[in-house]
């Protein structure tokens, strides 16, 4: 009986991810690998080959394979921008140093606060004679020699990757395609993004950073992506290959080369989809996910089984304008490091992360010559975890991990029990803190969700995060190591296009709205077709941002999406306005929607495609008899609320639906752990989901 697979493959710091559909039987398979951090594509194939040993068969049976990475993030957050270089409009050479005027949060107006180094120094920044008013008529046409001669400059200095925002280019890309041409002749080893194509927008601080950002990581993911591509087609010949996006959903990897910077936030965005997905089948709508991974704990929110979307987005410091899920990060998880910055003083304090062991040298149970104590030493020590990792390919050294929480214990004055439980709880609040991000801080009442927990250290902390913040019930998915690789498999294949487009609502100029939309739909529909898509499959959705004269930003509105799209004409501008003041009063509390005198702006249009991909149902469990004892392993002391507990210890894969399992108890699987603390409750649903509660 032939096979088909469907492959999901999430790289992240310290595992790399994988999960197999079968197509025909609905069928899943999933496990992990250590990453490779010097060549993340060894990783990714060493999943491939180890994934395919489980199932017994050859590579013949893959159908296609969907992959999540942290290449263009990783790049960036190292700060290397070395031979890179940027073009602009004469006289604005100093867009970048001129920046926002903002500083980050916590220093308000402080004048100690000195600003970063810009991602091109000003020696590298260069002017080309040239200039478009807002509606891109020239003002000044473009001088091809002045752009030969800076093409020519870069070469010479060894700038390999270049970044072009002339003034007013989304009106008009005519210059800046001539600028790209020149340099295709001039300096053809150079990357050179243009922001017509990376971003059609106005705002130039934004447009020039994500059209640097593109530029910077394009030669790398581009080398990266053709690298896995050519050792998959020597595996199978034409196999389907596809990269997740930042926007939630994919693309071909033929089509990475020319949109890198849409993958910044490849890997989170897996986790949130696949969450969202498996919560909303369990019955759950309002939902917070937390992926907890090795370095760090990614949060989002999910409603209606879709996270939130924004374009406001940054990477470490720098703003990348571009559509993606709304995810909020914290440097916190299972290799996150423990340490006493003032090691001196009379009352030292304790810290845990943003620093981690990653997967290289690791944790000191890993005996990989860590030199740190982490997390996941703490939870050794204390018995959450066992003394292992994958169903024992990993074995764990607690003696190890025991004497370098002694020696931090020492450093505090602080029994070794007390210690690693501050260690734990310290790791709980940075990830309470992290939630409150994305809720609290945005009119959101944390209590009125549940939290999807998930990644090989999501579920450790998931009952304590219940007791923090309030939740309604934390949800432990089927392998919650692997939801992020889960999620490549449930997303469709999208593009977003945006266009700048400033009028005011009452002169709106419809033939001329219907036109602009008619380009970015034919757009989308163009980048389906290069993936394979026919037109009758095609779904094209229409958003606008909108706002109240006068408003420095906008608010985004979204039409139902439709494979025949309706017309652009009154009805439908009409019913973009009344959706505006909804958003806007869902967001601010207030509207102006009966208040003639305020005029309402169009600023961009915005159109996305769709591809739709069949996503995977979950199986059901059978149902058991409510007695979870068949799935007993043993028992072990474990450290909860500041005492030792003869705790039972239970195999994952032995639960059926409907089996309830009351703390103190620890549940355990191939790629995470459960700790059910005293207080709580673990219930198996229909799905085979742990739905964790506090007891009455």
């Known amino acids: 009986m032939s096979v088909r697979l469907r492959i999901g493959i999430d790289t992240g710091g310290t595992f790399t991810d994988v999960v197999a559909l079968d197509e025909d039987s609905g069928d899943v398979a999933t496990t992990k690998t250590p990453s490779t951090p010097a060549d993340p594509s060894r990783g990714f194939l060493d999943g491939i080959d180890k994934v395919l040993g489980l199932l017994g068969v050859g590579p013949e049976a893959i159908a296609a394979v969907s992959h999540g990475t942290t290449v263009a993030t990783n790049a960036l957050l190292e700060q290397d921008f070395t031979g890179l270089g940027f073009v602009t409009t004469e006289g604005f050479r100093h867009v970048l140093e001129i920046a926002r005027q903002s500083v980050p949060d916590g220093y308000g107006n402080s004048y100690f606060w000195v600003k970063p180094d810009r991602i091109v120094p000003l020696h590298l920044v260069r002017e080309v004679p040239e200039r478009l008013d807002h509606t891109g008529a020239v003002v000044r046409p473009l001088d091809p020699d002045a752009v030969a001669e800076t093409a020519r400059w870069f070469a010479a200095r060894g700038v390999t990757a270049v970044g072009v925002s002339l003034l007013h280019s989304y009106a008009n890309p005519a210059h800046e395609q001539r600028v790209r041409d020149v340099f295709a002749r001039e300096h053809p080893e150079c990357a050179v993004s243009i922001s017509s194509d990376v971003l059609r927008e106005y705002r130039e601080y934004e447009r020039a950073m994500t059209t640097l950002v593109d530029a910077f990581v394009k030669p ?3 080398a990266y992506v053709a690298g896995i591509q050519t050792r998959l087609e020597a595996l199978r010949p034409g196999l389907s290959f596809h990269v997740m996006k930042s926007n939630g959903g994919v693309i071909s990897a033929r089509e990475v080369a020319a949109q890198p910077v849409t993958t910044i936030l490849s890997g989170p965005a897996a986790g949130a989809l696949g969450a969202g997905v498996i919560a909303r089948a369990a019955g759950f709508d309002r939902v917070l ?14 409603t209606g089984g879709r996270p939130a979307l924004t374009t406001e987005g940054t990477v470490g410091r720098f703003p990348t304008k571009v559509p993606m899920v709304d995810v909020h990060t914290v440097g916190t998880g299972g290799g996150s490091i423990a340490w006493v910055p003032d090691p001196g003083h009379s009352r030292p304090t304790l810290k845990v992360g943003p620093r981690s062991a990653g997967a290289d040298p690791g944790p000191l149970c890993y005996g990989r010559g860590g030199t740190e104590p982490t997390a996941t030493d703490a939870h050794l020590v204390l018995g959450r975890i ?43 609040w940075n990830q309470a803190n992290a939630i409150r991000q994305v809720t609290v801080r945005r009119g959101l009442d944390v209590r009125d969700f549940a939290m999807a927990a998930f990644g090989g250290s999501g579920p450790l902390q998931a009952c304590r995060l219940v007791e923090v913040l309030g939740l309604e019930a934390a949800l432990i998915p089927v392998n919650p190591g692997n939801v992020s690789a889960f999620g490549l498999l449930t997303v469709d294949v999208r593009n977003d296009d945006v266009q700048t487009f400033v009028a005011r609502h009452r002169d709106l100029d419809l033939d001329r709205l219907a036109e602009e939309y008619a380009r970015l739909a034919e757009r989308a529909r163009a980048a389906l077709r ?18 109240y004269f006068g408003q420095a930003f906008e608010v985004r509105v979204t039409a139902p999406a439709s494979d025949a799209l309706p017309p652009v004409d009154g009805a439908f501008a009409e019913g973009m306005l009344a959706r505006f003041h909804d958003e806007h009063e869902r967001l601010y509390g207030y509207s102006y929607r009966d208040d003639p005198s305020q005029v309402v702006e169009w600023v ?18 059978p149902a058991g008899d409510g007695d979870p004892s068949r799935a007993r392993t043993g028992e072990r002391a474990v450290h909860f609320d500041g005492t030792w507990h003869d705790t039972p210890l239970y195999r994952r894969a032995g639960l ?22 005293p207080g709580f409750s673990a219930r198996v649903d229909p799905v085979g989901n742990i739905v964790c509660r506090r007891t009455p």
């Open 220 to 222: 790398k993911v581009a």
């Open 289 to 302: 996910t937390l992926d907890g991974g090795g370095t760090s704990t990614d949060v989002s929110v999910v």
């Open 386 to 428: 066992p003394p292992h990792l994958l169903g024992g390919e990993i074995p764990l050294d607690e003696g190890a991990a025991r004497k370098g929480l002694e020696q931090l214990a020492g450093a505090l004055g602080m029994p070794l029990e007390a210690c690693a439980a501050g260690v734990l709880e310290i790791a709980a």
């Open 530 to 547: 290069r993936e394979g898509f026919d037109d009758a499959e095609h779904t094209v959705a229409r958003a606008a941002d909108l706002r």
């Open 604 to 621: 961009n249009l915005r159109v996305t495609g769709i591809g739709p991909i069949s996503t995977p149902a979950p199986a059901e469990l």
């Open 656 to 677: 059926c639906a409907g089996d309830v399992i009351d703390g103190p108890a620890v549940v355990e699987e191939f790629g995470s752990t459960l700790p059910v603390p």
